[in-house]
């Protein structure tokens, strides 16, 4: 009875500093989201009250919160169509936007257990470049009657089903016998994306000056020309998946020792990397499809989170999405005023920033620090 009560005692004493280091963990992290709640928020105000135009958000907020009548209807006229019908929808497309590809980038690195990985590994970005260029060049002929039928919203919903498609193809070729091999996945996804990648080169070959034109200024990624109509479209796919991916904390923790040790403590393997895909595939698809081609958001917002708190996916996933969406409108209020009253493309901005941001994770992993 003795030597139990001394095994009780000194187990206890060795529990009591994990219980009370995991719950410092659990709050700093709680104080982390805050902190990232409220910087979403004050880049959300930031991005409307940014542009070329002088609109004034508070004269907006003024007239129509508190009914102050505005010494010129005209500019308040102006003033309202540039505040809530152009910069508002903007900046929750780009909010949207960029935590889509953040929390895509921070899953993907979870189930490949790779931290290079970002969400084209699935072929989503090559499969919705293809759809959209296939729209470009062949909506004038071809493609005439899905141009007819889907309006302002061909592109979008040409470079989603490419996406969704290329995907798709992807899952097939690497699933056998109701089990999904993530290394034949990894390796599809760079054959079938350089195939999607060549026959979108062929018709890039084949577009005249115009198309060209539209190709270009699609595939350099920007949030120009955001509408309600688009950012509801958008936010009934993305929405649904951001709320669904921070439940997959727990299972791409458990991935981190391995699929089979992951089975062992109770997660269900294949139906953990279907949901995962599927998630991904979705928000990746419609962030690609209205906002084109942005990179290495999926790259960088994970490992900053990492480098600040570790690599706890509970905590990851959320944070994920409101600093991808931070960093988004960030180099969105950047892009606008940069070359002002021009616009430069986003994508131009974010590859700026994180290309080098990727090199430094490579020199890193070549001492082991991050790899």
């Known amino acids: 009875m003795v030597l139990q009560t001394d095994m009780k005692e000194s187990g206890a004493t060795r529990m009591a500093p994990l219980t009370r280091g995991t719950t410092k963990a ?75 590809l953040a929390v895509s980038g921070a899953v993907m690195q979870g189930l490949f257990r790779n931290p290079l990985a970002d969400p084209g590994v699935v072929g989503v970005s090559a499969g ?29 919903v040409a470079a989603f089903a490419g996406g969704l498609a290329v995907t798709f193809v992807l899952y097939k070729i690497a699933s056998s016998d109701g089990e999904t091999q993530i290394g034949t996945l990894l390796i599809a996804g760079i054959a079938v994306s350089a195939l999607a990648m060549a026959l979108t080169g062929l018709l890039i070959y084949m577009a005249d000056d115009r198309q060209l034109r539209d190709i270009t200024f699609w595939s350099l990624g920007s949030l120009a020309g955001s509408t309600w109509e688009k950012a509801a479209i958008a936010a009934l796919v993305i929405l649904p998946a951001l709320s669904l991916v921070p439940f997959l904390g727990r299972g791409l923790n458990a991935f981190t020792l391995g699929e ?41 917002v994970p490992h900053l989170i990492r480098l600040t708190t570790g690599p706890d996916h509970r905590f990851l996933l959320p944070a994920s999405v409101l600093l991808g969406g931070s960093l988004l409108l960030a180099a969105d209020m950047i892009a606008r005023t940069i070359v002002a009253p021009a616009e430069l493309p986003i994508g131009i901005l974010t590859a700026l920033i994180g290309a080098p941001f990727f090199l430094w994770i490579l020199f890193k992993g070549r001492s082991g620090r991050i790899l």
Do not use: W
């Not at 470009?136 to 592109?155: D, R, S």
């Not at 109770?266 to 279907?274: A, I």
């Open 26 to 100: 659990s709050r700093r992290n709680a104080f982390g989201l805050i902190g990232l709640g409220l910087l979403s928020l004050a880049m959300l105000v930031g991005s409307v009250m940014t542009g070329a135009s002088a609109a004034s958000v508070i004269g907006v907020l003024r007239a129509y919160l508190l009914d102050v009548a505005p010494q010129d209807a005209t500019i308040l006229l102006r003033d309202r169509i540039v505040v809530l019908d152009i910069r508002l929808p903007r900046a929750v497309l780009g909010f949207l936007t960029g935590a889509a």
């Open 128 to 156: 919705a470049s293809l759809g959209a260029v296939s729209c470009i060049v062949f909506g004038p002929t071809l493609l005439a009657p899905f141009m007819a039928a889907f309006g302002m919203f061909a592109l979008p």
């Open 260 to 300: 089979a040790a992951a089975f062992h403590m109770g997660v269900p393997v294949e139906r953990f990397k279907r949901i995962a895909i599927l998630l991904v595939a979705a928000a990746t698809g419609v962030a690609v499809a209205f906002s084109g081609g942005i990179v290495f958001v999926g790259i960088i």
